[in-house]
């Protein structure tokens, strides 16, 4: 998996509603633990216990890894950190990054990129950690043009909320008559998103591969 320290990881465990916390990767020896800081939730760490099995799950950006391990220790001073047992086998799946997610999400849309004048309200209809295609009552640009977009999502199962706040290019512009479906006034953008930090595309990957096979067998 070649994981740097610093990667983002999802902690599931085998409770009843398998509930999932985001941890860090702090280092590891190979082929005998894994260094990861105990999960904060509410300001507070999770109450986890030694001897308890766990389901790491990480997004490189091509691939969704996949592995169990155990709680070996706890060390709770000075720092808040586990021994994790080094993976036996590791389940890879290829992840679409530039595949698009059906999604229905509200975006504002400011052209040009400013933090000034009033926002245009938009609809995110699909969705990659790439870019989006947008629809408006409004020509939101032309290609070439550069905006900024803000929208909102949860990601599950512990129900917590992610913003994004990026610019983006616009790649497509066009009329959304749809053979009548939608109202002639419609019009959409493919946008590519500029920048994105590595904790919003982690956020961003998971959302899409819950979304993604929430609707694919």
Partial sequence: M???VGTRLQLILARPGKPAYFSSLIGYVSG???LVKLPVEHGLTVPL???ERVTVRVFSGVSV???ACDIESMLLSPRYYMHLSFPQEITATPLRSAARVKVNLPVEVRSPPSEHGSPVDAMLSDLSITGAFISAQTVLGAPGDRISVSFTFRVQPTNQQVEIRTDATICSSRSLDMNGKRP???HGVGIHFDRISENEQF??????YEAENAVTP
């Fill in 2 to 4: 070649r994981l740097q």
């Fill in 32 to 34: 005998e633990y894994l």
């Fill in 49 to 51: 216990k030694e001897g």
């Fill in 65 to 67: 890894y996949t592995f």
């Fill in 184 to 186: 002639a006034s419609q």
């Fill in 203 to 208: 956020m961003l990957q998971h959302y899409l």
